[in-house]
């Protein structure tokens, strides 16, 4: 018998919540389980963007009590934020959202059996309107479709291609009032 699982590891910056924060968030997972499928799971030697051999779509993880800690950690957006419409559950949506911790940018994480969901209404509006936003905060939003980027920007999306862990992303000012935004390549990894 399985049991529902509330969460699991992100490739690209999850935002962890922990066993006591858990305990606070009013929303659970219920048949949700998407993020077993869009992230890759070094521990369950799970690919990015195909279901854990452990998840049980649907219905949640068959190994919920010896989880990854990866696993145990891990909450999306739509969990912890209430204010979130019902309509970001990543069942509904397609998209797993996060921030990464470290540099605060918005993550979507996208189902790439509907590689085009960040694109719908009310998904596409909203993320423009927090690309605008980000932007005056030096917040990058990116849309990741398995390890392909897409930087969504006001004005337009400028696709980035694979994202590497060594890449990064500089966002600062244009110096003529504008927002300069530039992908630094690191090396690849071997
Ligand atoms: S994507 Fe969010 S709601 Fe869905 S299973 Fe993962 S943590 Fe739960
Ligand atoms: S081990 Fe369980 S919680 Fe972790 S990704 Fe696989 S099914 Fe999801």
Avoid at 42 to 51: M, N, R
Avoid at 84 to 90: D, I, N
Avoid at 94 to 112: A, C, N, R, Y
Wanted: net charge neutral.
């Amino acid at each position: 018998m399985t049991q529902q699982m509330s969460g699991q590891g992100a490739a690209q910056g999850a935002t962890p919540g922990g066993a006591q924060a858990a305990q606070a968030f009013k929303r659970s997972c219920g048949t949700c389980t998407l993020c077993c499928k869009v992230y890759g799971i070094a521990d369950t030697q799970s690919p990015i963007g195909q279901w854990c051999k452990h998840c049980e779509p649907g219905r949640g993880c068959s190994i919920w009590e010896t989880r990854p800690a990866f696993c145990r950690q891990f909450y999306c957006n739509w969990i912890m934020l209430d204010w979130l419409g019902e309509e970001w559950r990543p069942d509904i949506s397609k998209i797993v959202f996060t921030i990464e911790p470290s540099s605060g940018f918005l993550m979507f994480q996208v189902d790439p059996g509907t590689p085009d969901a960040w694109k719908r209404e009310p998904y596409y509006s909203q993320i423009k309107r927090w690309a605008t936003e980000g932007l005056s905060q030096a917040k990058c939003v990116l849309v990741f479709v398995d390890k392909a980027a897409t930087l969504v920007l006001p004005d337009g999306d400028a696709q980035l291609g694979e994202l590497g862990p060594q890449d990064r992303i500089n966002i600062g000012p244009g110096g003529d009032g504008t927002i300069k935004v530039e992908v630094k390549r690191g090396p690849k990894p071997s």
